[in-house]
């Protein structure tokens, strides 16, 4: 496994594969890697030939407020995971090699990046599609591989590359969940063991309004109060938003047929994201 710092690097380590027809597959990340970013790594290595994992805690994609000094880094770590997966390439470059500090220029997918996290987190899907589009320049990949735990971010990526002709594979990938069910995150690292058992009421939410969803109720407003009474009644988290979107436009959705249940909440100060879909 090589571990690459330059854009230049990567670029003619990514292009040499594509001489020979082989497909490659980009898994983007910020690095603090646990099963979920592995399983994206597993998918990639199914589907492409050659596989690369950019770790890069992205600057632009945190508010003034938020997380970006604490965020978790454990490079080593990291390439200990991804070295154990036969990962071909990690691109870690240094935030001067990915921003000029000269540079005005910015990838913004209007409308749909107000919507869910960017109501709360104005620029961060601003922040999100531009480092995005920044590696989809660099190492041009074929595929390039998601969760679907960041519903809102895939649902822009997808946008931003079908209107900017990026020729590339948007794959989402499933949720994967710890035992008891809280969605696995970098950020789980920051939850006292009390916050932790707070923290499951995400996915509790969110299962009862799968359940009365399943019992027959079609009502949004009435699924939608099923749920926020579920995080009401658990009074140390804090709620964001819960919601019932169209998963394509994340607007609120007119049907519960085939609609996405999205949440989000404080525990304690750490933010948690969470979702699922309605279907028979």
């Known amino acids: 496994m090589r571990v690459l710092q ?21 898994v983007p ?25 950019s770790i890069f805690v992205n600057p632009t994609q945190f508010g ?25 390439f990690v691109f870690a470059p240094a935030i001067d090699k990915m921003y000029d500090n000269r540079a005005t220029t910015w990838v913004e997918v209007a409308g749909l990046s107000e919507r869910l996290d960017g109501k709360s987190r104005p620029g961060h899907f601003r922040g999100v599609a531009t480092v995005v589009a920044k590696l989809f320049h660099i190492v041009e990949p074929d595929l390039a591989f998601f969760g679907q735990k960041d519903a809102a971010q895939l649902v822009i990526i997808r946008r931003m590359v079908r209107d900017l002709n990026f020729p590339v ?26 916050e932790r058992q707070s923290s499951l009421v995400l996915n509790r939410s969110l299962r009862e309004v799968e359940t009365a969803f399943k019992a027959g109720e079609r009502q949004i407003e009435l699924l ?6 579920t995080i009401a009644a658990q009074p140390e988290v804090r709620l964001d938003y819960f919601e019932i979107v169209d998963p394509e ?22 933010r948690l994201i969470d979702n699922l879909l309605l279907k028979e």
Request: hydrophobic share 40%; with cysteine.
């Open 6 to 26: 330059t854009i230049r690097e990567m670029h003619e380590a990514s292009r040499a594969p594509k001489r020979d027809n082989r497909r490659v597959g980009l």
């Open 29 to 53: 990340t910020m690095g603090a890697l646990h099963d979920g970013h592995i399983s994206l790594v597993r998918a990639a290595k199914a589907r492409c030939d050659v596989v690369a994992v």
């Open 64 to 88: 003034p407020s938020e997380d970006l000094s604490r965020y978790p880094r454990t490079f080593d770590r990291d390439c200990e995971l991804l070295a154990q997966e036969n990962v071909d």
């Open 169 to 194: 594979e948007i794959v989402a990938c499933p949720i994967v969940r710890e035992p008891d069910g809280l969605a696995m995150s970098s950020r789980n690292a920051y939850l006292s063991c009390e």
């Open 224 to 229: 939608l109060q099923r749920g926020t009474r």
């Open 249 to 270: 436009t994340l607007e609120p959705a007119v049907e519960a047929e085939g609609s996405m249940v999205a949440v989000a909440a404080y525990v304690g100060t750490t």
